[in-house]
């Protein structure tokens, strides 16, 4: 099937834990997105990537590093976790970025929890 | 600052016809988009708007007026199964998409 796929799609782990979450695309898409989405529900964008380029890099702290190894593939490292990091984290792509008409596809979310 | 602005629930009956406002204030514009997203999943697609006016997809419509940083969107013959959150996006200059927190709709038999 052709779609965005992320694992794992639930993660618990304990404060000051690292992490990994895995983010492939099978649509032929140039960019690639990692959003956060908080309690309130806000769609948060953290990164993007175009053609293995990291093209927006949003005010988040440095613990975060997204990791491409090819166009169909962004990965999302977490270091040093905080109880703040609890959110569910949301892959995305779309066919290229400067575009208007630009559908972004999304994963199905990994729900990360710290304790 | 950039913001979207849309209510945060709004209450519907099954077959009424229900209207979500959205209002925007962006550093440059370049289409509008509204998502819809059921609870523990991920948003999917609904329509784009780029010039003023309404466009009408099936049971859903939206319609644009960019000189008052203004949509909304129509859902028509409502369905249980449209019970979820609508998001508003708006994509920026820098083609970045800027996203409102949702309006939960909630319909009710």
């Known amino acids: 099937d052709t779609a965005v796929s992320q694992t794992p799609k639930y993660l618990v782990t304990q404060m000051g834990n690292d992490k990994s979450i895995k983010c492939e695309q099978n649509?032929?898409?140039?960019?690639m997105y990692w959003y956060k989405q908080d309690s309130k529900k806000f769609l948060k964008i953290m990164f993007s990537?175009?053609?293995?380029?990291?093209?927006i890099n949003e005010t988040v702290p440095n613990r975060f590093s997204p990791k491409s190894p090819d166009k169909a593939h962004l990965n999302l490292h977490i270091n040093s976790l905080e109880l703040g990091d609890s959110a569910v984290y949301f892959c995305?792509?779309?066919?290229?970025?400067?575009?208007?008409?630009?559908?972004?596809?999304f994963g199905p979310g990994t729900r990360l929890t710290v304790l | 600052g950039q913001n979207i602005d849309q209510p945060t629930e709004m209450t519907a009956t099954e077959g009424a016809i229900v209207q979500i406002n959205c209002t925007y204030q962006?550093?440059?514009?370049?289409?509008l988009f509204w998502y819809q997203q059921h609870a523990g999943e991920a948003p999917t697609f609904l329509s784009y708007?780029?010039l003023d006016g309404l466009e009408e997809k099936g049971r859903f419509s939206s319609f644009l007026s960019r000189s008052k940083g203004y949509s909304y969107l129509l859902l028509k013959e409502l369905q249980m199964k449209d019970s979820a959150s609508y998001l508003c996006?708006?994509?920026?200059?820098?083609?970045?998409?800027?996203w409102g927190a949702g309006t939960k709709l909630i319909i009710k038999p």
């Open positions: 962006t550093s440059g514009f370049n289409g």
């Open positions: 990537y175009n053609n293995k380029e990291l093209i």
């Open positions: 996006a708006v994509m920026d200059s820098n083609y970045q998409l800027i």
């Open positions: 649509l032929g898409h140039d960019t």
């Open positions: 708007n780029v």
């Open positions: 995305a792509s779309s066919p290229r970025l400067a575009d208007t008409y630009n559908e972004q596809f």
